[in-house]
């Protein structure tokens, strides 16, 4: 049977009366993929092995340290798994030729549904799909200068690629 967690309790960080809890009582805890925060229902396993559904708001993402209760009253923490994303840069002149080949780039990544974040001079592009599948698609507009990379992201330097403000809240 899958134990369901709806209800929203608080941040460890955030909450040192929630802090304490965890400390003092029996809880659950779960590892998910930075891809799953923004969803609305979540099945996942716990690190005990019992089968968890978590069912939130898609408005916001779940962090590291959220905790929840779960209708059989357990606490249930939320750790997220480090974030591998694939970080475009560029080591040759900017050209005029190359812009119009970025825009092509964008609108491809675009069509594929590759959710990307702009920082900086540096395009990072979350692994919706396997890593080769997106590299090749990249390697296909031969564009000068352009490095793919690779980069890990702890759980409290994760970068969100979703549409929705980074805000966190709760409804």
């Known amino acids: 049977m899958t134990e369901l ?3 929203y309790l608080g ?3 955030e909450n040192a009366s929630l802090f304490q809890r965890i400390e003092k009582e029996h809880f659950l805890e779960v590892y998910l993929k930075p891809t799953d925060s923004p969803k609305g229902r979540i099945h996942t396993c716990s690190t005990s092995g019992i089968d968890i559904g978590i069912i939130k708001s898609r408005d ?3 962090r590291e ?3 929840f209760a779960t209708e059989e009253s357990n606490l249930l923490l939320i750790h997220l798994q480090e974030q591998k994303v694939m970080v475009l840069t560029f080591n040759a002149p900017e050209s005029d030729h190359r812009a119009i080949d970025l825009i092509h780039l964008g609108h491809v990544l675009g ?3 590759w959710p990307i974040l702009v920082k900086g001079h540096q395009i990072y ?3 919706a799909a396997e890593a080769e599948v997106i590299e090749t698609t ?3 507009f031969q564009i000068p200068g352009l490095q793919i990379d690779y980069e890990w992201r702890s759980p409290h330097e994760q ?3 979703s549409q929705h403000t980074e805000q966190h809240h709760h409804h």
Do not use: M, S
């Open 125 to 127: 592009i979350e692994l």
């Open 11 to 13: 941040n460890l960080k």
């Open 159 to 161: 970068l969100n690629f």
């Open 60 to 62: 916001w993402q779940l």
């Open 138 to 140: 990249i390697r296909h």
């Open 5 to 7: 967690a709806k209800t």
């Open 65 to 67: 340290g959220d905790v």
């Open 111 to 113: 069509n594929h549904h």
